[in-house]
């Protein structure tokens, strides 16, 4: 039987070359493509957004799989969709069941070649839409193939044969009717009327058909489908149950989506707009974000008393946050991107929802995600975030001075004042690496603001920050720090910074001093000599003859380590021109 045949191809386990199984694989990702386009189709209507972009990406998937493994023939039987005897889509359920609708109609298998065209696709998909909707009409899916003429897509099909009885005699039967249609004829005896095909008193009536002796094969039938009846059964109460498992805010926003779109009257409108914020409170509760904004699309066509504003008021209470943003923390990133999407629908207040959402947010991939939606929001209104950096939540500020940074250029750098003096330094952290991505010359008076009070880590980081260019202003402060009697007592690192910082914002201005520093100092410390070693390489990172003659000069000094400090430098010198 059919089921049984279909069972077995679908469990065969065969060995394949590993480019067969890519073949497959690819043929079944775009057999999926087309039943959810199907799907979709029959679900909205045909000028809906998101059937026109299903279609579209049908058509470029079948262009992309064709070019990569040449043509693709797809076969069918009664419940499943085969590629070179792999299962590809299985029926699920009486209406999930894409091979039917060729399988009834004659269609065995069907050829993609390569050269295929977009609107070869929308024939196609036109056609099955047609045989499986609910006005079929009279043609079969092999009739409207034919008539469209699709180039690259071969049919092959089991032609139409006689029906018994239709017509004249059958070829190759001498004659005959191959079934015994009843005549009426006079008898002799009675006079009344008798089948002229009856022979004698044992002729029946013409549909009664002899099996004679060969019962075998009908009694194996049978016993067949008792073997299968249980799980037969099983599978179609799954069916049923799947069938009544539908979402239910899904199929309310297609009846209200089919109501809006049938020539509906205003006054049916507005009754339909008082209706409508239930189910879009339900889409958002259940994180369900296409199908809220499929609902905030319908509410604005109704055009009803219902607003954004009284919405998204509602949208704002922390029960309604923490029930959005648990949803939001399980979900992936393609779900995220429908909220953002949702969000943008709501105009202004999506920024303030946005923030809300991003502020309780547990998970780093729902955080980062939401950061740049509002980054993408406010690249032209970075003035929009002023109010979140006032927010009591240290991580708030800091996560609104981050995507400051983001926004990046000269306009940030006022924004930023605000949470320059910030109590925790996680916060001014990200001030400093937020000013790095302004024009160093706007950035530069804040960053040394910084500098008071800062620890060892915010001290560094302002100083790199500042020694992207040579300033003099910044040169003379780091020549105050270096020529500080408790310049010793910082932190190792921090006077890594200030010779880094001195030699890289540094001119002519700061050679004298630093002259004067190569030759002070005691000969017993250690600190000064190390101390002189960093001041001859500051020289030498200066660059300039003036900082070259001093060191040429110290490297003719009677005071050994002097001379030493400066070779050292100057062979760096050679080796950096």
């Given at each position: 039987?059919?089921?049984?045949?279909?069972?077995?191809?679908?469990?065969?386990?065969?060995?394949?070359?590993?480019?067969?199984?890519?073949?497959?694989?690819?043929?079944?990702?775009?057999?999926?493509?087309?039943?959810?386009?199907?799907?979709?189709?029959?679900?909205?209507?045909?000028?809906?957004?998101?059937?026109?972009?299903?279609?579209?990406?049908?058509?470029?998937?079948?262009?992309?799989?064709?070019?990569?493994?040449?043509?693709?023939?797809?076969?069918?039987?009664?419940?499943?969709?085969?590629?070179?005897?792999?299962?590809?889509?299985?029926?699920?359920?009486?209406?999930?069941?894409?091979?039917?609708?060729?399988?009834?109609?004659?269609?065995?298998?069907?050829?993609?070649?390569?050269?295929?065209?977009?609107?070869?696709?929308?024939?196609?998909?036109?056609?099955?839409?047609?045989?499986?909707?609910?006005?079929?009409?009279?043609?079969?899916?092999?009739?409207?193939?034919?008539?469209?003429?699709?180039?690259?897509?071969e049919v092959d099909y089991v032609p139409a044969e006689g029906e018994v009885g239709a017509g004249g005699p059958v070829e190759g039967q001498d004659g005959q009717d191959p079934a015994p249609w009843p005549s009426f004829v006079a008898t002799e005896e009675d006079g009344e009327a008798a089948p002229a095909g009856a022979a004698g008193p044992a002729a029946g009536r013409s549909d009664d058909w002899s099996t004679g002796n060969s019962t075998v094969e009908v009694e194996a039938g049978f016993e067949e489908l008792e073997s299968l009846a249980p799980g037969e059964t099983q599978r179609f109460l799954r069916e049923y149950q799947a069938e009544h498992q539908v979402d239910l805010v899904t199929a309310t926003i297609a009846v209200a989506s089919a109501f809006v779109h049938a020539e509906s009257g205003p006054a049916d409108r507005v009754e339909l707009s008082r209706f409508l914020p239930r189910v879009l409170r339900q889409a958002v509760m259940q994180g369900a974000w296409a199908e809220a904004r499929e609902t905030l699309a319908l509410l604005r066509e109704c055009e009803g008393e219902w607003s954004v504003e009284t919405f998204t008021q509602e949208l704002f209470q922390p029960v309604s946050i923490a029930s959005a943003v648990e949803r939001l923390d399980l979900q992936d990133p393609a779900a995220i991107a429908e909220f953002v999407e949702f969000a943008k629908e709501l105009g202004d207040p999506a920024v303030d929802w946005l923030n809300l959402t991003l502020a309780e947010s547990q998970q780093r991939k729902t955080r980062r995600l939401l950061a740049e939606a509002i980054a993408h929001l406010c690249r032209d209104n970075p003035e929009r975030l002023a109010p979140w950096l006032s927010d009591p939540r240290w991580y708030v500020v800091r996560n609104v001075v981050h995507i400051l940074g983001w926004i990046g250029g000269n306009q940030i750098v006022g924004l930023l004042q605000v949470a320059l003096r910030h109590p925790e330094p996680r916060v001014r952290q990200e001030v400093v690496a937020a000013l790095g991505q302004a024009d160093p010359a706007v950035a530069r008076p804040l960053l040394l603001h910084m500098l008071e009070g800062a620890d060892t880590r915010m001290f560094c980081s302002v100083l790199h920050h500042l020694s992207i260019e040579r300033d003099e202003k910044t040169a003379n402060l780091m020549l105050t720090f270096l020529v500080d009697p408790e310049f010793e007592q910082r932190p190792l690192e921090e006077r890594r910074a200030v010779y880094s910082t001195l030699a890289a914002t540094g001119g002519d201005a700061v050679v004298p001093a630093l002259e004067v520093e190569l030759h002070r100092g005691n000969w017993l410390s250690r600190f000064q000599e190390a101390h002189r070693q960093s001041v001859a390489r500051c020289l030498a990172r200066v660059g300039t003859p003036l900082a070259r003659a001093v060191l040429e000069r110290g490297a003719r000094s009677k005071r050994a380590p002097v001379r030493k400090a400066c070779e050292d430098a100057l062979g760096g010198f050679e080796d950096h021109a």
């Open positions: 039987m059919n089921v049984s045949a279909g069972s077995e191809r679908r469990e065969q386990a065969v060995a394949r070359p590993a480019e067969q199984e890519a073949t497959i694989r690819a043929a079944g990702t775009w057999i999926n493509h087309l039943a959810r386009t199907l799907k979709t189709c029959r679900l909205y209507d045909a000028n809906n957004p998101t059937v026109v972009r299903f279609r579209d990406e049908l058509a470029q998937a079948l262009t992309r799989l064709l070019e990569e493994h040449g043509s693709i023939t797809y076969k069918f039987s009664s419940d499943d969709v085969f590629f070179e005897d792999a299962s590809l889509y299985p029926a699920r359920s009486r209406d999930d069941n894409l091979a039917l609708a060729f399988y009834r109609d004659g269609i065995h298998a069907l050829t993609f070649s390569s050269g295929v065209e977009a609107p070869e696709v929308e024939a196609f998909l036109d056609a099955i839409l047609q045989v499986t909707g609910q006005n079929t009409g009279d043609n079969d899916l092999v009739t409207l193939l034919w008539e469209t003429h699709l180039p690259h897509i």
